[in-house]
């Protein structure tokens, strides 16, 4: 019985969080590395561009619940997300426009577009302090619970409860049909063999008849999508402040870079690494070595490696000994 326990604190503050966690990361990161692989730069507004395309979908979502429309058990930003997911496309189109087209017509170097995007990632910071402020807002409504854990507890008969939350249920799947969505485009669409041969060689891609600036659309448009999902989901499951997105940088990179930074699969994987990483490393074991050794030999530590305020530190340093020793990351990206 004590292991079974023991098994059910794991899930419950490893696992479950763990494949939430990992499916937001994994989403950020693809969005990152499409971005990286066609357009040949490292984003660092994406964190941001998560931020503002979550902030609209709250306004949308508020707007639905002054108006009765919710959706039932699911959370009302559900209805809310294409909304918002169209915004971003034009936020981040006309960014494309007005700034990194220049960049792109003179063949900037890469750092110099780097620069130019963390210009972007303050103007757009800005915009979202002014559109829905600094305090944190809580936008999740219906049903709180998928698993309850004191059900759970009637039901088995054990003494520790399992409990899962509905957005980190629809994080998982939303991430699930997400990639499969992307990788389907990718591989099996003309549309996503272009991307991919114009990211392989731009100028033989170009003498292939390949319409560039279409390319580099298509990109933003899924980025910008993607980048709106993966923050409604986070704000869904943990609550949604807008300089908390940019705290997110630093995770969406080092899962990017472990997998391979250009390789949407490694994106994915590196994404679930990175989260695991972090909840191992950060989470207190006391509870679940009470169930596995006798309570004389536990002493008063939490058994934590590190307080969950130094989570970013896990991150970082993951991406500092993959760049030391395996800079092309799992899946030999660029």
Known sequence: MDLLNALTAFLNFI??????????LALGALGITLIFSVLRFSNFAHGDTMAFGTAFVILFTWWFQSLGITAGPLPTALLALPLGILVTIAMVLATDRVVYRYYRKVRAKAIIVVIVST???????????????????????????MLNPQDFKAWTGLAEPLAVKTTQAISVVAAVLCCAFLFWFLQKTRT????????????????????PERVVTITWILAGALACIAGTLYGLDKSYR????????????????????????????????VAFSELIVTNAW?????????????????????????KVAVSFSILILVLLFRPQGIFGGK
């Open 15 to 24: 696992v479950v969080p763990g494949l939430a966690y990992g499916s937001q």
């Open 119 to 145: 210009g972007v990632m303050f103007v757009m910071n800005g915009l979202v302090r002014m559109i829905i402020g600094t305090s944190e807002r809580n936008f999740s409504d219906g049903a709180r619970m």
């Open 192 to 211: 996503g063999k272009s991307m991919r041969a114009y990211s392989d060689n731009e100028d033989l891609a170009l003498l292939s008849g390949i319409n």
């Open 242 to 273: 807008g300089i908390v997105y940019f705290s997110l940088l630093m995770p969406m990179f080092a899962a990017a870079v472990v997998g391979g930074l250009g390789s949407p699969l490694g994106a994915v994987i590196g994404s679930f690494i």
């Open 286 to 310: 006391r509870k679940i070595f009470g169930y596995l050794v006798p309570p004389d030999w536990l002493g008063d530590g939490l058994y934590q490696a590190l307080s969950t305020d130094y």
